[in-house]
């Protein structure tokens, strides 16, 4: 969320480690907690992002910098 202010309008940011095979790989020195940062924007940052997880282990989530439109905002 650091990266608010700085990414143009669709522009992407990659995480990656966002989808952890089992629970032993959210392990910190594995994927720890990463695996909740989409779920997050989801929920609380769904009018400035789009998401999308690629389920392949260890996980790629790709977030899309978006314009506020009409019937988007929350």
């Known amino acids: ?3 608010k202010k700085h990414i143009n ?4 940011i990659f995480l990656h480690d966002t989808y952890p095979a089992s629970k ?3 392990a910190s020195n594995l994927s720890g907690d990463c695996y909740k940062v989409p779920e997050k924007i ?3 940052h769904n009018s400035e992002f789009e ?3 690629l389920p ?3 996980g790629l989530s790709i977030a899309r ?3 506020k439109h009409i019937g988007n905002e929350k």
């Not at 309008?9 to 992407?12: E, K, L, R, T, W």
Request: aromatic letters at 10%.
């Open 9 to 12: 309008y669709d522009g992407f």
């Open 24 to 26: 032993e790989n959210t």
């Open 42 to 44: 989801r929920l609380e």
């Open 51 to 53: 998401i999308i997880t």
């Open 65 to 67: 910098k978006i314009k």
């Open 56 to 58: 392949v282990n260890p």
């Open 1 to 3: 969320l650091n990266l």
